[in-house]
């Protein structure tokens, strides 16, 4: 589920908020600044007219909904949104590993040791009862 076409598929059902998974290396980022400068664009600001061109150009829209369908900007290009490591990155997977393994065995002391704490108060509280008593619930 964390490949680049589920990516795909959440921009296009949730656009404002998920981007789009471009391709690693397809794209080069670039602020919106230096897009301006690339553009020679003084301003990004849109006139009250050309801003209802675009309402009445929107309003007489023609496409039928499967040229829309057909219009969305899909790749079948896929990968793993993870990454692969590097051979650089090795020494810090083994210790990523260690770290993990250490981890692991804390969570398993501190759910074992109120168990056996349990358990022995158990055993002690039945030797003081004595072996024929019995306690109804």
Known sequence: MHGRLFAQ????????ECSFPHIIGASNR??????MDVMDI???????QEMSLL????????MTPEAKAEALPWTMAEELL???L?????????SMRALRFALAMLVLASMVA????????????QKERGPGTRYLV
Not at 55 to 62: E, Q, S
Not at 86 to 94: F, L, M, R
């Open 42 to 48: 003084d301003s990004a600001e849109a006139s009250e």
């Open 55 to 62: 309402v009445k150009a929107d309003d007489l829209d023609t």
């Open 82 to 84: 993870a990454g692969q």
């Open 30 to 35: 670039i602020s919106p600044g230096e897009w």
């Open 114 to 125: 109120p168990m056996a704490r349990s358990s022995l108060s158990a055993k002690l509280s």
């Open 9 to 16: 598929w959440m921009h296009h059902a949730y656009p404002r």
């Open 86 to 94: 590097s051979a650089e990155n090795a020494d810090t997977s083994s």
